[in-house]
């Protein structure tokens, strides 16, 4: 029997006004609900479902990628390496994404990696943790090398033999860095100027309809600082961390916001329709019509979720900006023209995009326990949001939320709300982070545990050890149970799961393996154990058994 992957979508009941855009192998799966009307494929199909079963990896603090029974995995690219000759990977890969450069061609392609964030002591040898003088700043030397290590890196990586391995000094491979010249995709210039400098805090992202990539700036402040405001509109300039202000002059306003950027030459845009805060995501979905709606996630504690609808086919910049009132199940309009209260508080829509969490506020959205990844279900139409937690409520584990569109329409102003999953050890999980749905709709989800709270007698976290990866069967005995599939290494979180478009293999970063480590001699993690034994944050490619099974390529495709 030959399987047909558009049909057993359609069979399975996918409901969209539309095309999904993320996973990418999802694109091309059609927007009909219309069910198969070969119901042998059917049979077939969820015959072998039953069949299925995952073994769960026991929590461990073991110093390395451990992977369950039916896994195996391969470094693709690590900090530093060469990706041609002018340019070397970036530090703490998150997001991951694949583009091939051949439809008809899963195994060549361009790969996207957010570089999120700098340990200083590992990439510029700057101690933190100077207790003699904790005042002591970093020189511009050191700010330049962090200001290189930040952005993304797109390389070209190809499949030989079972292998992802990057092909070096190809056309296509660059570093989109901290001083990256990036055009606002706006009509009103911010703080003067119509072009800023550089991209930082890259958390997660997406692709777009038109195959461009997408990447998110979260945390801009520690890099930048920021701009508060009181109760008289008073602003105060808060300084970053890193004092990267003090050699660069660059307001906090040109950064925290969605970045575009062009996989052919590397130009890229912020766009400031989607508004200025922590984006942890922005993950897209496009209309029957071509319009665009845009979800994100603000992840700071008490902080929003939101949604962008375009008003133009193809369109990141005209439109609607509206937040979340999870209570009362409603888009609010971040508009400017028509909402009263923030034409008392701000002088237009550009001030009000700038400071979006304060106009939101206003109107009254809900807060929420950090709003991280957001998915959409390929088979329900469901969006999924992870909440990874907000400890001053007394919530350490965080949670899933699940969001129904009014008549499944994606650009609907009121929905449902309701908690998919919660965290805790009686579902096995702790502080959901990134979300991805694979070729059958089993939801894959790791987790986000900060190091300083790992594996620490005095913390709710210890039953949970290292960070993980998760999946949650759709089908099978083990439909709906978390079963944790993978275990970080020290200090580590999996980040960025992204599946090849044939559903062969997981694209996963390794983030900060070795984070919490004082001195750069003892490092508290070794991972990928080169030779220097100093720990890299690293890209690799799961494969095996069970990744082709969950996506039912060898009970199908050997009918």
Not at 146 to 156: A, L, P
Not at 173 to 180: A, D, E, M, Q
Not at 459 to 484: E, H
Request: glycine share 8%.
């Amino acid at each position: 029997m030959k399987y047909d992957r558009r049909k057993f979508i359609e069979f399975l009941g996918k409901a969209s006004l539309g095309t999904l855009i993320i996973p990418p192998f999802l694109v091309s799966c059609g927007n009909t609900t219309t069910p198969i009307k070969n119901k042998q494929i059917a049979n077939e199909t969820f015959k072998r479902l039953k069949n299925i079963a995952v073994e769960n990896l026991a929590p461990t603090t073991k110093d390395d990628l451990v992977l369950t029974k039916g896994l195996n995995y391969h470094t693709i690219i690590k900090w530093g390496d060469s990706i041609s000759n002018n340019d070397t990977f970036g530090f703490n890969n998150d997001f991951t994404c694949f583009i091939p450069l051949d439809k008809n061609n899963p195994k060549d392609g361009l790969l996207w990696v957010n570089h999120e964030s700098v340990n200083s002591l590992f990439v510029c040898d700057f101690d933190e943790n100077n207790y003699e003088n904790p005042q002591k700043q970093r020189t511009k030397k050191q700010v330049d090398k962090e200001m290189y290590n930040v952005g993304g890196s797109i390389v070209r990586i190809r499949e030989v033999n079972g292998q992802w391995k990057v092909v070096h000094n190809d056309p296509h491979n660059r570093r989109i860095t901290g001083k990256t010249p990036i055009k606002l995709n706006w009509d009103t210039s911010i703080k003067g100027v119509s072009t800023v400098m550089g991209t930082n805090s890259n958390c997660s992202g997406g692709i777009t309809p038109w195959n461009t990539f997408i990447s998110c700036e979260e945390n801009y402040d520690g890099f930048w600082g920021e701009t508060r405001y009181d109760e008289n509109n008073t602003a105060t300039y808060i300084p970053s961390d890193h004092g990267w202000e003090h050699f660069y002059n660059a307001p906090p306003e040109h950064y925290g916001w969605v970045v575009e950027i062009n996989p052919k030459d590397g130009t890229a845009q912020k766009h400031v329709a989607l508004g200025r805060f922590s984006h942890e995501c922005c993950t897209l979905y496009e209309l029957a019509d071509k319009r665009v709606v845009a979800y994100s996630g603000d992840d700071s504690n008490d902080e929003h979720l939101y949604k962008f609808v375009s008003s133009k086919p193809n369109s990141l910049k005209e439109g609607t900006l509206y937040v979340a009132d999870t209570i009362n199940g409603k888009w609010l309009p971040l508009d400017w023209e028509t909402q009263p209260v923030l034409k008392d508080k701000f002088k237009d829509q550009t001030e009000v995009l700038i400071r979006a969490r304060e106009a939101s506020k206003l109107l009254g959205a809900t807060p929420l326990n950090r709003p991280e990844d957001i998915e959409i279900d390929p088979i329900t139409g469901h969006i999924f949001i992870t909440l990874t937690n907000n400890k001053p409520k007394n919530d350490y584990h965080g949670s899933i939320l699940k969001i129904e569109e009014t008549n499944g329409a994606f650009d609907a102003l009121t929905f449902k709300v309701s908690i998919y999953k919660a965290g805790g050890e009686e579902n096995g999980f702790s502080c959901p982070d990134n979300l991805a749905f694979d070729m059958a709709g089993n939801l894959w989800m790791t987790s986000d545990i900060s190091g300083s709270s790992m594996n620490k007698p005095d913390k709710p976290y210890m039953p949970f050890k290292n960070n993980s990866l998760f999946v949650i069967p759709r089908y099978g005995k083990d439909a709906g149970k978390v079963i944790r599939v993978a275990s970080a290494p020290t200090d580590a979180e999996l980040t960025g799961p992204w599946f090849s478009p044939d559903g062969k293999t997981l694209f996963l970063s390794v983030q900060h393996p070795g984070d919490e480590t004082k001195d750069i001699k003892n490092p508290t993690s070794k991972f990928p154990f080169d030779a220097d034994g100093i720990p890299k944050p690293t890209v690799v490619a799961i494969q095996g058994d069970l990744i082709e099974k969950m996506n039912f390529l060898k009970q199908i495709e050997s009918s």
